[in-house]
């Protein structure tokens, strides 16, 4: 089932969770809400290509805040590393963050097990809106798993986060 | 009986799927996972490893028709964009049908496009998840709008419900996304006979009805 938030602070003193630096004030009933980190990756040019590498640019999160528009996806890191070898993340926005019409994932809330690192959000704003570098952006939550567990060995594992798609790296596949 | 196209293996694997559909309580698998672990003392268990998700859909309680074994994730399923389209036209909300060319199709933003998975995929047993990678949410493209949860007894090619916000190339048999599998207690419930159901036939995208969930 879903770990509580009490479940969540003993499986971090055990070591079956890695929340760092972790915050017990973050701690909600059955999540653990994170911070937004202060580094910045956006694509410099306006169309993209799953196929090749997109060019980018990568700058720190200024304390007064950046304002996001709304036709750019903005890669910002989570200011925790985080992660688990045990029990599979979800990641989601905050109620706070959903009515200002942002998005932290683009349809890509699951973790895999063992990836333990600071995650990169994909930010997308529905209109103009300031966000700032260490504001409580989101909740991770931790789950079960039923069957042999595997550890995460992608593409994105020796990266420092935020990290801009690698798709270009994955094969096409040809089924008759 | 027409899940698959062709070919043995295909037929064999529908044909254990059908069974297994067609009888959930002969074993009942949430049961026993909550007895086992209830006994131990902790709560069950609900998200599917890759091992379980391989395990379950050699049992025939998954179905994930092509199959391949690389596909899987520590806790999830990697599927493919087939190349059938959908594009709304400019005329209100009629569709007009697109097959991408191998040199790719640019999603524009601020409209929505159909898209559906190369794979069959269904489950009688597990609830399925549907999600985008982070690879492809990354270059900012939704592969579903807030209707994310499959139903139990469905089987098809999903179809997907593609925003993109910025402009970008995408391309056919490309990875896109990736399910996930959850217990429930399948005794307890009943299978999804909707609209988009087609007794366990997906609706193909080759005649552009899209699937269901």
């Known amino acids: 089932m879903i770990l509580t938030g009490p479940e969540i602070e003993s499986a971090v003193q055990r070591g079956d969770i890695v929340i760092h630096p972790f915050r017990k004030r973050q701690l909600a009933p059955n999540s653990y809400d994170f911070r937004l980190g202060d580094r910045c990756c956006v694509y410099t040019g306006r169309t993209l290509d799953a196929g090749r590498p997109n060019r980018t640019r990568t700058f ?14 903005y890669l910002v890191n989570t ?12 990641i989601r926005g905050r109620s706070s963050v959903g009515r200002l019409g942002i998005f ?5 809330d699951l973790i895999d097990l063992g990836s333990i690192n600071q995650w990169t959000l994909q930010l997308h704003a529905v209109q103009p809106v300031r966000v700032y570098p260490g504001m409580l952006i989101g909740q991770v939550t931790f789950w079960r798993t039923y069957g042999r567990r595997v550890q995460y060995d992608g593409k994105y594992r020796h990266h420092k986060s935020p990290v801009p798609s690698l798709s270009y790296l994955d094969e096409l596949v040809h089924h008759e | 009986m027409r899940i698959g196209s062709n070919g043995s293996a295909t037929d064999a694997a529908a044909l254990r799927y059908r069974a297994n559909a067609e009888n959930p309580a002969a074993s009942p698998l949430f049961a026993q996972i909550w007895l086992r672990t209830t006994k131990q003392g902790r709560t069950p268990d609900v998200i599917l490893t890759g ?22 994730n ?15 036209s400019s005329a209100g909300m009629r569709w007009r049908k ?44 939704f592969l579903n709008v807030t209707a994310d949860l499959g139903h139990l007894g469905s089987c098809s090619h999903w179809t997907l419900e593609l925003i993109a ?20 207690d399948e005794t307890s ?25």
């Open chain 1, 60 to 73: 720190t999160l200024p304390e007064e805040g950046l304002l996001l528009r709304r036709d750019r996806v």
């Open chain 1, 79 to 90: 200011q925790e590393t985080m992660g688990s070898r045990v029990f599979v993340p979800i």
């Open chain 1, 104 to 108: 932290i994932d683009i349809t890509a």
């Open chain 2, 51 to 72: 091992p379980a998700i391989k395990a379950a859909a050699q049992k025939g309680h998954i179905f994930i028709e092509p199959f391949d074994e690389a596909n899987l």
């Open chain 2, 74 to 88: 520590p806790n999830s399923y990697n599927y493919h964009l087939s190349d059938r389209l959908l594009v709304p």
């Open chain 2, 98 to 141: 697109v097959r991408m060319p191998s040199e790719g199709f640019v999603l524009q933003p601020g409209t929505i496009y159909l898209g559906a998975t190369l794979e069959q995929i269904g489950s009688s047993r597990f609830v399925t998840l549907l999600l985008g990678r982070s690879s492809i949410g990354r270059l900012g493209i």
């Open chain 2, 165 to 184: 916000v910025q402009p970008v190339r995408i391309y056919p048999n490309m990875k896109v996304g990736q399910v996930s599998f959850w217990l429930t």
């Open chain 2, 189 to 213: 419930s009943f299978h999804y006979a909707g609209r988009y159901h087609r007794d366990f036939q997906p609706v193909a995208n080759r005649d552009h009805r899209i699937g269901g969930r």
